[in-house]
């Protein structure tokens, strides 16, 4: 070992250094086989919660974990183990019986072994858990009838629309859960679906949403299933006859023409069904008497086929005479 100039090299210097590397060494591994214990707080899930029964009192979000062992797997452990969250099994909990049969006691040190397992402690031994016990407060269940409503967006192909009303099933669910949850609901909605250029129907089974504020709703079903009608529509042409309503007596009256040809768009199937009887054509007189300047009365469409869609007139409104009846 060379100096700068002035110092001297002195061999004894070098072995005590050396000397005391290697007795530190020997003392910390002498520290750290030594066993210890050292807490740490993990943030916790619950699974498995009775779905009847909705919790009325805040579990813990975190458990203090006491571990014991060596220093160097305490060490190991700090350093190499992944933080993550702890889930609790809370099927496990026994419930009181009389006045106290809906408090539920849920002792964690009989999960010693699953949250060793999840947090991977190898060596490692849990000495303790805080809180040993969480004891939970259950609700009395509230049920109520709710109507379900489908949430759909639905965009036909070219000449293809509804050719009847969408079925779904169930119409009306019964849910169950906290009352002040329940309380702020009044349909179960399905989650939205959208659909595309449909040119066939179909039957989709589609989920129904929970809002993620009613933490404790349970549905006694997951989904619901909507029946779409569609099929391709054609043009139809009817001449239906006209109805004169409002009338004043002592007046008569009379249309020209009687008869108006009504048009819509009909599904191909029920094409040949389509027959005057199923449209209303209504001329309303009521607005008009023997000293009536208009020479034209309009016409309304009260009645047209379920199934049809975009009916229309021609034309939409009609001459008329109106004579005054003879007395006897």
Request: with cysteine; glycine share 6%; hydrophobic share 40%.
């Given at each position: 070992?060379?100096f ?5 090299s002195?061999?004894?210097?070098v072995v005590?250094?050396i000397?005391l590397?290697?007795?530190?060494i ?5 520290i750290l086989s030594?066993?210890y ?6 943030p916790?899930a ?11 009192k805040e579990?813990?979000d975190?458990?203090?974990i006491?571990f ?7 060490l ?5 183990s992944?933080?993550g969250k702890i889930e609790?099994?809370?099927?496990q909990?026994?419930?009181?019986e009389g ?7 849920l002792?964690?040190?009989l999960q010693?072994?699953?949250i060793?397992e999840?947090l ?10 805080f809180?040993?016990q ?13 109507p ?5 967006q ?5 000449q ?5 009303e969408i079925?779904f099933?169930p119409k009306k669910?019964?849910v169950?859960?906290s ?5 702020k609901l ?8 959208s659909l595309k ?18 933490k404790?709703i349970?549905l006694?079903c ?5 029946s779409i009608?569609v099929?391709?529509?054609t043009?139809?042409e ?8 409002g009338?004043?007596?002592p007046?008569?009256i009379?249309l020209f023409?009687e008869?108006v040809?009504v048009?819509?768009?009909?599904p ?14 209504v001329?309303?007189?009521?607005n008009i008497?023997?000293?009536t300047?208009?020479p ?7 009645k047209?086929p379920a199934?049809s869609?975009n ?5 939409n409104?009609?001459e008329f005479?109106l004579?005054?009846q003879?007395l006897p």
């Amino acid at each position: 070992m060379k100096f700068s100039e002035g110092i001297k090299s002195n061999p004894r210097i070098v072995v005590f250094f050396i000397c005391l590397l290697i007795s530190s060494i020997f003392w910390l591994f002498t520290i750290l086989s030594k066993d210890y214990s050292q807490t740490e707080k993990y943030p916790v899930a619950y699974k498995n919660a009775p779905a009847s029964r909705p919790i009325s009192k805040e579990l813990p979000d975190t458990l203090l974990i006491t571990f014991e062992g060596t220093g160097m797997n305490l060490l190991a452990h700090h350093w190499f183990s992944v933080p993550g969250k702890i889930e609790v099994d809370l099927g496990q909990m026994r419930f009181g019986e009389g006045e106290n049969e809906n408090i539920g006691i849920l002792n964690l040190n009989l999960q010693q072994g699953q949250i060793a397992e999840q947090l991977n402690t190898g060596p490692l031994k849990i000495s303790r858990i805080f809180p040993a016990q969480v004891n939970c407060r259950f609700e009395i269940p509230y049920t109520r009838i709710l109507p379900v409503k489908p949430l759909l967006q639905l965009d036909f192909a070219d000449q293809y629309n509804l050719s009847g009303e969408i079925f779904f099933s169930p119409k009306k669910i019964m849910v169950r859960g906290s009352r002040p949850e329940i309380e702020k609901l009044d349909t179960i909605y399905t989650e939205v679906v959208s659909l595309k250029k449909l040119h066939t129907g179909g039957n989709y089974l589609i989920p129904l949403a929970i809002p993620d504020a009613c933490k404790t709703i349970v549905l006694p079903c997951k989904n619901a299933l909507v029946s779409i009608p569609v099929e391709k529509f054609t043009e139809a042409e009817v001449d239906c006859p006209i109805e004169v309503a409002g009338v004043r007596f002592p007046y008569n009256i009379k249309l020209f023409p009687e008869k108006v040809t009504v048009s819509c768009q009909i599904p191909l199937s029920k094409f040949r069904n389509v027959k005057p009887s199923d449209f209303r054509v209504v001329a309303d007189a009521g607005n008009i008497n023997g000293k009536t300047s208009s020479p034209l009365l309009s016409l309304s469409i009260l009645k047209s086929p379920a199934f049809s869609r975009n009916c229309r007139m021609e034309p939409n409104a009609v001459e008329f005479v109106l004579t005054k009846q003879q007395l006897p």
